[in-house]
């Protein structure tokens, strides 16, 4: 999709947007069977929610909870307070004994908590495993959602840590920069982040880097909001793996790339690859449209939330500039609207957006200046000016 990492988000969050409003409809259609509508009317149970109390003498804090259909299925996680990574429970149809991890209906006899007292304050029983039987007991913590419960900042409060940032030396293109990881801590061996910085005190140097620093994959709240997503729909934390780096660093322009994959309690995982740029020389961040014309972008429904898109024959430019296409993907970049662009010495880079079952067929496709000469904007010029090798 031709797009920045902020306008990226956005427009993801316009359609997530959207397909709320699906689910919202879908909700209401279903809602209207009898039987679905007795099901949800069901009181909460009495287990549902954040507890927390000790097994033997280890202090645990856990979240049971049904899933969001309200249809009997339950499941939950716990950690140690002494360690803070989760353990998925499952519950056993509807019997007051609950299996750690994913239930399996042979194989090896997993740990399993066995309750004796439900009580809207107090849970008690016995956890099993390793030969050994400890007592348990629970009481509630206050929380404000306890229907999805794993999910609140009452469970995973005690988790969160500032992350942590190690720098080390590299080089890209002659030019020496520092890498970046990001730690979220020993709690979360499911998320790795890492980012880069610019080396230098000038105004414009300062301006990248807090822009890189906005794009990093890194701030609370996103990382935050993966962990807490796989919890409400699986019982486990949600898996992130993202990277931001740098493609092209020349004396007046920088190139990078978000590579992202992850599984955060969606349908499926999700994997992608979102391009930015920006000018050295003022440090602002850089819209590539704006180098081509409206030769190669339909920019009528195009706005602050919503990049231009490729007309047909500049589709049809990029796939010939690349070659030899994989016959299974051919149709679907033809027929792909939204491309990211990105910077190359010899011209411009082309990455589409493609849907998760052929995302596969997401590379980036380089289009040389001379094929883009008729399409070139007066900035798009002077950009060729500043990046063609001479």
């Known amino acids: 999709m031709i797009m920045t990492l902020s306008q990226a988000r956005e427009h993801g969050t316009r359609r997530r947007s959207t397909m709320r409003h699906l689910a919202a409809l879908c909700a209401i259609i279903l809602m209207s069977s009898p039987a679905l509508l007795r099901a949800a009317e069901v009181p909460s149970p009495a287990w549902q929610g954040v507890w927390q109390g000790t097994i033997g003498s280890l202090p645990v804090r856990a979240c049971l909870m049904r899933d969001g259909a309200g249809l009997g299925n339950a499941f939950g996680s716990y950690y140690y307070l002494s360690k803070?990574?989760?353990?998925?429970?499952?519950?056993?149809?509807?019997?007051?004994?609950?299996?750690?991890?994913?239930?399996?209906?042979?194989?090896p006899s997993s740990p399993r908590w066995t309750f004796a007292e439900v009580g809207r304050d107090w849970l008690t029983g016995v956890w099993t495993g390793n030969g050994r039987s400890l007592p348990f007991r629970l009481a509630r913590v206050a929380s404000d959602d306890d229907e999805a419960s794993?999910?609140?900042?009452?469970?995973?409060?005690?988790?969160?840590?500032?992350?942590?940032?190690?720098?080390?030396?590299?080089?890209?293109?002659?030019?020496?920069?520092?890498?970046?990881?990001?730690?979220?801590?020993?709690?979360?061996?499911?998320?790795?982040?890492?980012?880069f910085e610019l080396i230098g005190d000038d105004a414009a140097t300062r301006r990248i880097n807090a822009g890189l620093r906005k794009q990093v994959p890194g701030p609370q709240e996103d990382w935050h909001g993966c962990i807490t997503g796989g919890l409400n729909a699986h019982g486990v934390d949600g898996d992130l793996d993202a990277t931001l780096a740098p493609t092209l660093i020349t004396p007046r322009w920088l190139g990078a790339a978000l590579s992202q994959a992850d599984e955060c309690g969606g349908a499926h995982p999700n994997s992608g690859t979102v391009l930015v740029a920006f000018d050295r020389s003022t440090g602002a961040l850089v819209d590539l449209h704006s180098w081509l014309g409206n030769a190669a972008l339909d920019r009528s429904e195009a706005s602050a939330d919503l990049p231009p898109t490729l007309r047909p024959a500049f589709r049809r430019l990029i796939m010939a500039e690349a070659g030899n296409v994989e016959p299974d993907c051919r149709d679907a970049l033809a027929s792909q609207e939204f491309w990211d662009i990105g910077l190359d010495r010899r011209g411009l880079t082309f990455?589409?957006?493609?849907?998760?079952?052929?995302?596969?067929?997401?590379d980036d496709m380089l289009v040389r200046w001379a094929s883009l000469t008729r399409f070139l904007t007066p900035a798009g010029r002077a950009g060729r000016a500043s990046l063609e090798p001479r």
Not at 84 to 107: D, F, N
Not at 158 to 166: D, E, G, N, Q
Not at 171 to 186: C, E, I, Q, S
Not at 351 to 361: D, F, S, T, W
């Open 84 to 107: 803070l990574r989760t353990i998925r429970l499952e519950q056993q149809g509807t019997s007051k004994t609950w299996i750690e991890g994913w239930a399996a209906p042979k194989g």
């Open 150 to 195: 794993c999910g609140t900042e009452a469970f995973n409060g005690p988790r969160w840590r500032p992350l942590t940032i190690k720098a080390t030396p590299a080089v890209k293109d002659g030019v020496r920069y520092r890498a970046l990881v990001f730690g979220a801590g020993p709690a979360f061996p499911s998320i790795s982040l890492a980012g």
């Open 351 to 362: 990455r589409p957006e493609l849907p998760h079952v052929v995302q596969a067929c997401a």
